[in-house]
C-alpha cells in the first residue's frame, strides 16, 4: 500500500513538472488590463471615467509592488489632469511621481519626464519637447519609444528634424508593431502614434507619398481601436494632403469627417481651426 503511494507521489511530481510555469502573476495580467482599459477611456474623451480606471490600475499595481505599473497610471492620471485644464491636480501628481521616484531610485525617473512632456505638447512649447525628449539606453522600450515620437513631432512643427530621425522611426514602429503580434499587453495606441509623426514628418518635408501611406495606416488602426480623437487627427492631415494634391472635394470630406468627431468630442479648437481650413478650401 505504501509503494502505492509513493508511485502516486512520483507520477505528480513528473506530472507537474511538465507544466508550463507562470511568466507573471494573474494579478499582474489584471493591473495591465486596467491599465489598457483606462488609456482606451481616455482615447474616447471620458475622462472621469479613464481617471478611475487609472487610480484602479495604480492600487492593483501597488498591491503587487510593481512601481512601474504604479507610475504608468500615474501618467495617465497627469494627461486627464492636462486635458480637464486642472493644474492644480496635474502640479500634485507631478509632486506624487517625484517623490515615488526619489524613495524608490532615480532609475525611475523617465515616468516624471514622460508626464511634463505631455503637457508641453499640450502646451505647444515644441522648443522645450525637443530640449527633454532625450533617450537613454536603460529606458524601457515602450517609454523611449513615447519620448522619440514626441521628439520628432516636435522637431517637425519646428521643421529640424533630420532624415536619421525618421529611419530610427521607422525602425521603432516595426519593433513595437512585432512587439504586438507576440505580446497581447503591448501597447497598440503607440504604434499608430508612431506611423502619425513619420506621417507628419513626410508631410512637413514634402513626401506626400509616404505621408499619405503612414496617415492612412495610422487612421485605419486608430479607427479599428477606437482612438476616434487620434483618428480626426488622421483625418485632417489625410485632408491637408488631398488639398495639396488640388483634389478639393476628397479633402472636404476628411474635413468634414474629422470635424464631425472634433465636435462630438468638444474639441472647439481643432474644430474652428478645420472650420478655417474648409473655408479657404472654398475660396481656392
Not at 474623451?45 to 478611475?52: L, S
Not at 503587487?64 to 492636462?82: E, F, K, M, N
Not at 474629422?258 to 481656392?284: H, P, V, Y
Request: charged share 20%.
Amino acid at each position: 500500500m505504501r509503494h502505492s503511494w509513493i508511485g502516486l507521489l512520483a507520477l505528480l511530481i513528473l506530472g507537474c513538472s511538465g507544466l508550463k510555469q507562470p511568466v507573471q502573476p494573474q494579478a499582474r495580467l489584471d493591473a495591465d488590463s486596467f491599465l489598457r482599459y483606462a488609456q482606451q477611456l481616455e482615447a474616447a474623451r471620458d475622462y472621469p471615467a479613464a481617471k478611475q480606471g487609472y487610480q484602479t490600475a495604480q492600487q492593483q499595481y501597488r498591491s503587487i509592488a510593481d512601481l512601474p505599473g504604479q507610475l504608468a497610471a500615474q501618467c495617465g492620471i497627469a494627461r486627464i489632469a492636462v486635458a480637464e485644464n486642472d493644474l492644480t491636480a496635474w502640479q500634485q501628481t507631478i509632486d506624487e511621481m517625484e517623490r515615488f521616484t526619489t524613495l524608490h531610485g532615480q532609475n525611475l525617473d523617465y515616468y516624471v519626464l514622460l508626464a511634463r512632456i505631455d503637457k508641453l505638447m499640450q502646451d505647444k512649447d515644441y522648443a522645450a519637447v525637443s530640449r527633454l525628449a532625450v533617450t537613454k539606453p536603460e529606458y524601457p522600450f515602450e517609454e523611449a519609444l513615447q519620448l522619440q515620437i514626441s521628439k520628432l513631432q516636435a522637431d517637425s512643427y519646428l521643421n529640424q528634424a533630420t532624415p536619421a530621425q525618421a529611419k530610427t522611426m521607422q525602425l521603432s514602429a516595426q519593433q513595437q508593431l512585432n512587439r504586438l503580434k507576440k505580446r497581447q499587453s503591448a501597447n497598440s495606441g503607440l504604434l499608430s502614434s508612431a506611423w502619425y509623426a513619420l506621417a507628419y514628418y513626410y508631410f512637413q518635408t514634402g513626401n506626400s507619398e509616404l505621408a499619405k501611406s503612414y496617415a492612412e495606416k495610422a487612421a485605419d488602426r486608430d479607427y479599428r481601436y477606437g482612438d476616434l480623437g487620434a483618428y480626426a487627427h488622421c483625418l485632417w492631415l489625410l485632408a491637408q494632403l488631398a488639398a495639396d494634391r488640388k483634389d478639393a472635394t476628397l479633402a472636404a470630406s476628411y474635413y468634414d469627417r474629422a470635424l464631425g468627431i472634433f465636435e462630438s468630442q468638444g474639441d472647439s479648437l481643432s474644430a474652428r481651426r478645420i472650420n478655417t481650413e474648409l473655408e479657404t478650401l472654398k475660396g481656392e
